[in-house]
């Protein structure tokens, strides 16, 4: 509950710097120098928005699940695996490819 709120607050965080970014260079633009780095507030703005926006990402996740081939075969049963390798399913044309002979027509 807590990281999803500060989710929330993170992405509208990143948001309004996007927008200061915005209304600043228009404002600079304005006055005819274009040319113009961007205000300490803003990229400090930015970059707490990116860091909280980030940790409420990885809070609210859930937790990590082995991957290993231990952990798979703890939850099934032998009955459940299929022993056939799913790659060595040959098919055999050789049969469907011959065509039969057409009547000759007199």
């Not at 807590?2 to 404002?27: K, Q």
């Amino acid at each position: 509950m807590v990281g999803d709120v500060l989710l929330i607050l993170g992405c509208i965080a990143i948001l309004h710097a996007a927008f200061s970014t915005y209304e600043h260079l228009s404002h600079l633009k304005a006055l005819g120098r274009p040319e113009g780095a961007l205000p300490a507030d803003i990229i400090v703005e930015a970059f707490v928005a990116l860091a909280l926006g980030t940790l409420c990402a990885t809070l609210r996740t859930d937790e990590l699940r082995e991957i290993t081939w231990r952990s798979e075969m703890k939850r099934r049963s032998l009955d459940d695996i299929d022993p056939r390798l799913s790659f060595a399913t040959f098919a055999q044309r050789a049969g469907l490819s011959r065509a039969e002979p057409k009547p000759e027509k007199s």
